[in-house]
């Protein structure tokens, strides 16, 4: 069975960073690409981020590039989003979810992730 | 960037009647749209693909249409547990992007 489960959310001052972890199981984590995806408390679904099967294509929102980094770990099942610079406006829930040709078929429950000082 | 309306922003409805859900692109996008369940507290589930297209486990009541610029989502007969907020979902080109969503309520 198909499994995402994020950690590594909780609450920070702006300006810090964080890393969230995303643990694979149940498919061949070396054959499909991983997104990030945040909603904000009560508002809809924002795409941030990409990374391809093997890690070598990345592509970001516009409000997180610069600040936010993926990365994926293929020894661990791992997928990761580093957060740096945090914003107010970062504070949202976090899925990490599998890709289907740029759609999204399996997701985590997600972790929240809130930036208040 | 290409930008995704839907509409209604709620749909009040009762269990047994049919529920159509629109989403309006600001251009073509051929058939690249999906639709995506969500309800309160839990993840989205991905429901069509490819405009029409239903993913793995989605009841036949579900069904997708249109292309180009315009999308509909149905469900032909709600059962109590359809009513959920649904997002559409657009994959042409980076950033890939989502509508503001449809609240099914009862």
């Known amino acids: 069975q198909v499994h995402l489960v994020e950690s590594g959310g909780g609450v920070v001052q702006p300006g810090r960073s964080l890393r969230l972890s995303c643990a694979a199981s149940g498919f061949t984590f070396t054959s499909f690409g991983l997104h990030w995806v945040r909603q904000a408390p009560g508002k809809g679904l924002e795409w941030m981020t990409f990374?391809?099967?093997?890690?070598?294509?990345?592509y970001y929102a516009d409000s997180v590039k610069g600040r936010f980094t993926i990365s994926r770990d293929s020894s661990k099942n791992t997928l990761f989003l580093q957060m740096n610079t945090l914003r107010a406006e970062d504070t949202a829930v976090y899925y990490c979810?599998?890709?289907?040709?740029?759609?999204?078929?399996?997701w985590g429950q997600g972790t929240l992730v809130t930036v208040s000082s | 960037e290409i930008v995704l309306t839907q509409s209604p922003a709620t749909l009040s409805l009762s269990p047994g009647e049919r529920a159509t859900l629109s989403c309006r692109a600001s251009q073509s996008v051929s058939s690249y749209l999906a639709w995506y369940q969500q309800k309160p507290g839990q993840a989205p589930r991905l429901l069509i693909f490819?405009?029409?297209n239903r993913a793995t486990g989605i009841p036949a009541r579900f069904s997708g249409s249109g292309s180009g610029t315009d999308f509909t989502l149905t469900i032909s007969s709600l059962e109590p547990e359809d009513f959920a907020v649904y997002y559409c979902q657009l994959r042409t080109n980076w950033p890939l992007t989502f509508g503001g969503g449809t609240k099914v309520e009862i």
């Open positions: 490819d405009a029409s």
């Open positions: 979810a599998r890709d289907f040709s740029y759609y999204f078929d399996t």
């Open positions: 990374i391809s099967y093997d890690g070598t294509n990345k």
